[in-house]
T-cell receptor, first 112, second 115 residues
C-alpha cells in the first residue's frame, strides 16, 4: 500500500521553541492534511491543504503543500504544554477518490 | 453535539469469538470509515462507505466485515477474532461531496484486546 514517511518520529522541545515536522510520499497526492491526537482520544483535524504550494495557518500552526505534491510540512511556533500529542500527516493519492493514507506520526513532548 | 459515537470503548475477546464495533454519527455525513491504530504504524484504513448501501475495502480488510444500511450507522464486525486484531479502532466520517474527503471527524476509539 501507499507509504507516507513522517519525520521526526518523536521530539522533545523546550516551551517557547518552534517545531517543524514533515511528511513525504513516493507518489503524487491531491490533498494533504494534518491531524493531532491527544492521549485516549481520536485525531482532530488541524489543517487541510488542497493545492500545490498552498500555505495555510491555524493560529500558531502553519502547514504547506509541497510544490512537487509529494511532501508537506507543519510548523508550530512558540510551543506550549498543550501542544503535547501525536501529529499525523495524511494524504489522498491521485486516483483514489475515497481513500486517505496516514503517516506514522510525530510524538511531541514539551518540557517546561 | 454527539458527533461520532463508538461503542464499546473497551472490549476483551478470546480467539475465535466474534463481535461488532458500533459507530454512529449525527452529522448527516455521507462518508464513513474504519481505521485501526497500532504502535508505530499510524492509522490504517480497514473499510469505508461513501453512502448508504455502498461499502468498499481499504488497506487491511481481511477478517472484518461492514455494512451500511443507514446514513447514520456503520458497524464493523470481527468474524473470528485473532490476537493480530488487538488494536485501537477508530470510526471517522466526512462529507465527500464537497471534495473534502480528508476532513474526517473521528470517534474516541474502541480498544480491543484479543487473548
Amino acid at each position: 500500500g501507499q507509504q507516507l514517511n513522517q519525520s521526526p518520529q518523536s521530539m522533545f522541545i523546550q516551551e517557547g521553541e518552534d517545531v517543524s515536522m514533515n511528511c513525504t510520499s513516493s507518489s503524487i497526492f491531491n490533498t494533504w492534511l494534518w491531524y493531532k491526537q491527544d492521549p485516549g482520544e481520536g485525531p482532530v483535524l488541524l489543517i487541510a491543504l488542497y493545492k500545490a504550494g498552498e500555505l495555510t495557518s491555524n493560529g500558531r500552526l502553519t502547514a504547506q503543500f509541497g510544490i512537487t505534491r509529494k511532501d508537506s510540512f507543519l510548523n508550530i511556533s512558540a510551543s506550549i504544554p498543550s501542544d503535547v500529542g501525536i501529529y499525523f500527516c495524511a494524504g489522498r493519492p491521485t486516483g483514489t477518490a475515497s481513500k486517505l493514507t496516514f503517516g506514522t506520526g510525530t510524538r511531541l513532548q514539551v518540557t517546561l | 453535539n454527539a458527533g461520532v459515537t463508538q461503542t464499546p470503548k473497551f472490549q476483551v475477546l478470546k480467539t475465535g469469538q466474534s463481535m461488532t464495533l458500533q459507530c454512529a454519527q449525527d452529522m448527516n455525513h455521507e462518508y464513513m470509515s474504519w481505521y485501526r491504530q497500532d504502535p508505530g504504524m499510524g492509522l490504517r484504513l480497514i473499510h469505508y462507505s461513501v453512502g448508504a448501501g455502498i461499502t468498499d475495502q481499504g488497506e487491511v480488510p481481511n477478517g472484518y466485515n461492514v455494512s451500511r444500511s443507514t446514513t447514520e450507522d456503520f458497524p464493523l464486525r470481527l468474524l473470528s477474532a485473532a490476537p493480530s486484531q488487538t488494536s485501537v479502532y477508530f470510526c471517522a466520517s466526512s462529507f465527500p461531496g464537497r471534495g473534502r474527503i480528508g476532513e474526517l471527524f473521528f470517534g474516541e476509539g474502541s480498544r480491543l484486546t484479543v487473548l
